[in-house]
């Protein structure tokens, strides 16, 4: 049986260096740390507010944030989502260690984060992919996000930096039937020397859902945290 904790969820803004930043947190008490949870292109807070609760309830302040385009935010989709992230991790660092984790360009961003461990579901750490795929992409997400440039998200993932491979507190969890590019670039650090998980049966899209998942990522974190 799964050691449990109670939790109290809040929902309300973060003041960030661009505006206000939307938040659902959880806050259990004697925290072992933190966990920051970042959507991916399209989603929102709500959408992996299942691990995020899953998280909190093992012990851990868990965070959910809407990016600049997406769910309550009021702004639109820019280069400023890597600045809210890190300033939401410098704004629950006050209890203890914090985790950044995110899906996709969620997975991207939290890599990207200064934080203390970071771990990605099917993250979009390659710059490039094929075009198909980004116009597959864009019909299929576009329509939930802000945007004035349509070109936005795969520009930014040209423009961020790539992350310069950190063995120490690093993790990646990728699907069996995720993005080819996410798979060959997932395995290729996984041969660098970062723990790196297949989740078989996964999609790019529905990984962060899979009770598979939920395990690996709780038995990362209870190991970091020990």
């Not at 960030?16 to 659902?24: K, M, S, W």
């Not at 093992?58 to 959910?64: S, Y």
């Not at 990605?120 to 390659?126: E, K, M, S, V």
Request: net charge negative; proline share 4%; with cysteine.
């Amino acid at each position: 049986m799964e050691k449990r904790h109670a939790s109290i969820m809040n929902h309300h803004n973060l003041q960030g260096n661009f505006g206000l930043i939307p938040l659902v947190e959880f806050q259990p008490e004697n925290p072992l740390g933190v966990v920051v949870v970042v959507h991916g292109y399209g989603g929102n807070k709500e959408e992996i507010l299942g691990i995020t609760a899953r998280i909190a309830s093992h012990g851990f302040v868990a965070v959910a944030l809407d990016l600049p385009g997406h769910g309550e935010s009021t702004r639109e989709m820019d280069m400023s989502m890597l600045d809210d992230v890190q300033t939401v991790v410098d704004a629950f660092s006050g209890y203890g260690k914090v985790t950044t984790l995110g899906h996709s360009l969620g997975g991207r961003l939290a890599f990207l984060a200064q934080a203390d461990f970071r771990i990605g579901l099917a993250p979009a750490l390659p710059s490039e992919y094929n075009l198909k795929l980004q116009i597959s992409l864009l019909h299929s997400r576009n329509f939930r996000v802000r945007e004035k440039n349509p070109d936005i998200l795969f520009d930014s993932l040209e423009d961020f930096p790539l992350w310069k491979a950190n063995p120490q507190g690093s993790a990646i969890l990728y699907g069996s039937k995720d993005l080819r590019e996410v798979i060959a670039y997932s395995q290729n650090l996984g041969k660098q020397g970062i723990e790196t998980y297949e989740i078989p049966g996964a999609t790019h899209g529905d990984i962060y859902c899979l009770e598979t998942t939920m395990q690996r990522v709780l038995e990362i974190l209870l190991r970091w945290y020990r």
